[in-house]
């Protein structure tokens, strides 16, 4: 699915709810932005890929067993590190 990135956090939520995309997906859409993008932004000062991955699939497996925690199971949040 073309341009993750631009769509609404809920919708993309929604999104992964429903099927029609994986957590893993997600994750693979942001690190390929990242990989893109960063080199000329530097907005991204630590790129954690292999945690990404692994909570991304845990995710997947749980709404694949029906365990769904919330509108933002599966979404990956990027967070500001200390100043």
């Known amino acids: 699915m073309e341009h993750l990135h631009y769509r609404p956090i809920t919708e993309v939520g929604v999104l992964i709810r429903s099927g029609e995309i994986s957590s893993r997906d997600l ?10 993008l960063d080199g000329t932004l530097g907005a991204v000062s630590d790129v954690l890929a292999e ?4 909570e991304a699939q845990v995710a997947d497996c ?6 769904w925690r919330g509108p933002l199971h599966g979404v990956p949040i990027g967070r500001q590190g200390p100043d």
């Open 27 to 36: 994750v693979d859409s942001a690190l390929g932005r990242i990989a893109d």
């Open 51 to 54: 945690s990404a991955i692994a």
């Open 62 to 67: 749980e709404l694949a067993a029906g365990r």
